[in-house]
Each structure stands twice: as structure tokens, then as C-alpha cells.
């Protein structure tokens, strides 16, 4: 018999390491942990300039310094740090 995954939260999760695992969290969350290709971190350090962060914010101005060339959200969020609204807020909707 299979398994019902309609109200589960699944995650994916880059890794440096060269092989990947998964992590179950039954019966509502489930974890693929997944080998990347490369560093996605810039090792010298993106810092945007004062007045773009004091025009726009911080965090708006370090987004827009890594999109230089072109990136997935997923990306973004792992290089900034910062979470993106988008599962911010499904996350929110989904524990009501």
C-alpha cells in the first residue's frame, strides 16, 4: 500500500557532500538532501554598494549583486541566506 503525501511537506536541500540521503519525518515531512555541482557561495564575498542598499535595503540590494548572472530562487536563497517569501508563506498557510 502506498503512502499519502497530500498534507506532507518536502523539502530539498543542496549539499557539498558527493552523495545524497533522505530524511523522513513521518507522517508530514520529508527531507531529499541532494549533491550540487560547485560552489553556490562566492568565496571573496558579494557586498552591494552603500547607497543601492540604502535605496532599496539590504537584503534587496544583496539579492539584486548575485543576480549579475542568472540564478533559481533556490539559489538565491542559498547563497544569501535568506528564505524566499514564497515558502515563507506556505509554510505559515500550511500549519493553520
Known sequence: MGVD???ARLSFIP???RDGWLCLFAPH????VYPCAGLLVDPAGTVAPSA???LVGPVRAAVLMHLQ???TPSQLCAITGY?????ASGS???SR
Open 5 to 7: 503525501l497530500t498534507e
Open 15 to 17: 549539499t557539498l557532500s
Open 29 to 32: 515531512r520529508y527531507v531529499v
Open 52 to 54: 543601492l542598499s540604502r
Open 69 to 71: 548572472t542568472s540564478k
Open 83 to 87: 528564505e524566499s517569501p514564497a515558502s
Open 92 to 94: 505559515s498557510s500550511r
